[in-house]
């Protein structure tokens, strides 16, 4: 009873919210870009403009890839980050976390909604606290690209509370705005990410079944409402070109009885991982076809048969919860429901990319966390400090589980290594730890890390050609040269299972243009770029050899043809500005520059270039403001200021132009400096 008082204010349970869900993941805020980070803060055009941001729409995620993942509102909210930020990763990291303890206080506010009693808004407390700190949701955290669970868990449950609020008795414009409100969070929440789906599920078996004194013609106008708005969603989402389905490299059981034994294994494995997180992964799973395929092979799997067990347990003990009578019972059965209802889509029911995967729990978890307080809810009152001591001990030790995995996100290096000492040995995680090696200049520990890779799965493409690019490194070039002729005659067959099958192709073009022979490098990027049309890498190398052998006009055609169709892509329209100018096109080079520097909003080379011509035809004035643009882009970049002093000098404005030069030179002497402590 102290404690329910001293927790009684509203304002205090959101602050220990707030900050005990801050502090747990602040190892990761100064965590560098891991992994699929590369792409999306890094290549991905459509967050350096806000420009861009209605295009975003009509793209899937990854422009390269078989994944359908439409999430255009992950990419806005990347794109406001890179207004703020830059290619600063603090910042987005601070908004994944923010984004994440606004979602656990919207989680307190809806559970005290869901079940209007005041004794219960203690447990509702607990939940959300808890919730908050399950070290489960660190890769939706922690991991920048995992942002679309808690945007879209922001947005779902910001427009469930809403249509509480329109429910109250007030005016009729108040009400009228509510539902607005909650209808555009709700396509916002679609637009993170495809599970938003699985919240109007759960809104409307609330409303219709659990939610008190709602009529009829309430429960089938808030039908219909929902079938509207997820009408428009489909018809947003058609807006990207349709793409392949990917073919599953590791094809999973298919026969109920296999399928059956997954579903209660992946729910062995996530109960165990939300009541025990010790071993945490990233690239997990729960089943390994090799293990099934010999008579000794087969013991291998016998460490992962108990999480059936535990998958069986569980659902019983859900099925048995919800039917049992007592207090806690609507607790109980709103549990059971929410949890099975979210884990329905991930429990292997239906092909996935993966077997299981810990963010997929970022829903499901708040049901699993009510149920159990419903089971808390019927021990008797002598229990009840006892209840409350063991919710404590929990939390404390979640909370230090979630700071020590969350500086597991510190580097990319450290990442792979913890994830292979938990036991998340895969291709793709091997492979990108050889790629740092590799990096790094360590070709040797490179070259043993993708031959094992090899050994293990021997036709993965990527690990088979980052070993040639080491291999021709170290100067076994006889090698590399066969395994990229091998891997681009494969191309054709394993782009149905691997993206990125280009590279082989791209590399063994280099490797023709380094020995001299243009003619069939160039026949071979022909080939690829038949292959792969919209790959820019390829593009702009096959671009490069034109303009070497037959002149700017020949290049000028091919980079013109991928710019008319890709009119966002910043690199391509930079390209395209210096074929035209050497073509002595000026004046349309000098649009296309214009147009280059506004699709991103950070970057200076379009106009510097743009500040070249304009000194060529003796524009001073417009050289001076355009290189001041650059400057306020990049103003802690030493060229900038030596570029605005050569202008000004050439303005005769001297005493402006050694201004400039001074400040070069105090920020050349700072980054030397830091190169030094480095």
């Known amino acids: 009873m102290r404690l329910a008082n001293l927790l009684s204010r509203t304002w205090l349970r959101c602050l220990i919210l707030a900050g005990l869900g801050f502090v747990v993941r602040m190892p990761a805020l100064s965590g560098l870009p891991i992994w699929d980070d590369d792409y999306l803060i890094g290549e991905n055009p459509f ?207 298919t026969t109920p009885p296999e399928r059956a034994v997954l579903v209660l294994r992946a729910l062995g494995d996530y109960t165990r991982v939300m009541v025990w997180p010790t071993t945490l992964q990233m690239d997990r799973t729960v089943l390994d076809l090799n293990n099934y395929r010999n008579k000794v092979s087969w013991r291998d799997s016998v460490s992962v048969e108990y999480l059936s067990i535990v998958g069986l347990i569980a659902l019983s003990a859900l099925v048995s919860g919800a ?32 077997t299981v995967a810990e963010h997929w729990l970022y829903l499901p978890s708040v049901g699993f966390l009510i149920f159990l307080t419903g089971v808390a809810v019927d021990f008797s009152p002598r229990f009840t ?13 979640f909370s230090a589980r979630s700071y020590v995995r969350s500086s597991d996100w510190i580097t990319p290096k450290t990442f792979y290594q913890r994830t292979m000492a938990a036991g998340g040995t895969s291709p793709r995680i091997a492979v990108r730890l050889g790629l740092i090696y590799a990096n790094e200049g360590d070709y040797e520990k490179a070259e043993k890390v993708y031959r094992r890779v090899i050994e293990l799965w021997p036709d993965y493409p990527v690990a088979r050609n980052n070993l040639a690019d080491v291999l021709e490194r170290r100067g076994k070039r006889a090698e590399a040269e066969a395994i990229f002729a091998a891997s681009t005659s494969q191309a054709n067959e394993q782009r149905k299972e691997y993206p990125h099958t280009w590279a082989a192709a791209l590399n063994l073009a280099r490797l023709r243009h380094l020995d001299h022979d243009d003619e069939n490098a160039l026949i071979i990027l022909k080939q690829a770029h038949a292959d792969y049309p919209q790959i820019w890498e390829i593009v702009r190398f096959e671009a490069e050899l034109l303009r070497e052998n037959k002149g700017p006009e020949a290049a000028l055609n091919l980079i013109a043809q991928f710019t008319q169709e890709n009119w966002w892509h910043h690199d391509a329209n930079v390209s395209l500005g210096r074929l035209l100018w050497e073509e002595n096109k000026v004046a349309t080079a000098m649009e296309t520059f214009r147009f280059a520097s506004w699709l991103d909003i950070h970057e200076v080379e379009a106009l510097n270039l743009l500040v070249g011509m304009q000194l060529q035809q003796n524009r001073f004035g417009e050289a001076r403001a355009t290189q001041e643009r650059a400057v306020s882009r990049q103003p802690d970049e030493p060229r900038q200021y030596l570029l605005l002093s050569d202008v000004l000098q050439r303005m005769n404005l001297t005493t402006e132009a050694n201004r400039a030069h001074a400040h070069f030179e105090q920020l050349q002497a700072l980054a030397q400096v830091s190169v030094a402590k480095n």
């Open 47 to 253: 967050i350096k403009s806000p420009l861009l941001f209605g295009e975003a729409f009509k793209h899937y995620l990854f422009l390269d890839g078989f994944s359908a993942h439409y999430r255009p509102m992950q990419n806005v909210s990347l794109g406001i980050d890179y207004l703020l930020w830059n290619s600063n990763p603090w910042g987005y990291h601070l908004t994944n976390v923010l984004l994440h303890v606004a979602s656990g206080l919207l989680l307190y506010f809806l559970l005290r909604r869901l079940l209007a009693k005041p004794s219960y808004e203690l447990s509702a407390f607990f939940i959300a606290l808890i919730w908050t700190v399950l070290p489960v949701h660190s890769a939706a955290i922690d991991y920048i690209s995992g942002r679309a669970d808690s945007l879209s868990f922001f947005f779902a449950s910001s427009a469930w509370l809403l249509c509480f609020q329109a429910g109250k008795k007030c005016h009729r414009r108040k009400v009228i705005g509510y539902y607005i409100a909650a209808a555009l969070c709700g396509l916002l929440a679609l637009c993170s990410r495809e599970t938003a789906l699985l919240w109007f599920g759960l809104f409307l078996l609330h409303r219709c079944f659990f939610e008190a004194g709602v009529t009829r013609k309430a429960k089938l106008l808030t039908l219909t409402c929902c079938l509207c708005l997820l009408a428009g969603y489909a018809a947003i989402h058609h807006l990207p070109e349709a793409r392949a389905e990917h073919v599953a490299v590791d094809t999973q059981p």
């Open 323 to 354: 039917l049992y009578k007592g207090n806690g019972r609507a607790w109980r059965r709103l549990g059971a429901l929410w949890f099975l209802l979210t884990f329905l889509p991930i429990s292997n029911l239906f092909d996935l990319n993966a």
């Open 385 to 397: 400090t006892v209840t409350v001591a063991i919710a404590c001990c929990w939390l404390i030790g």
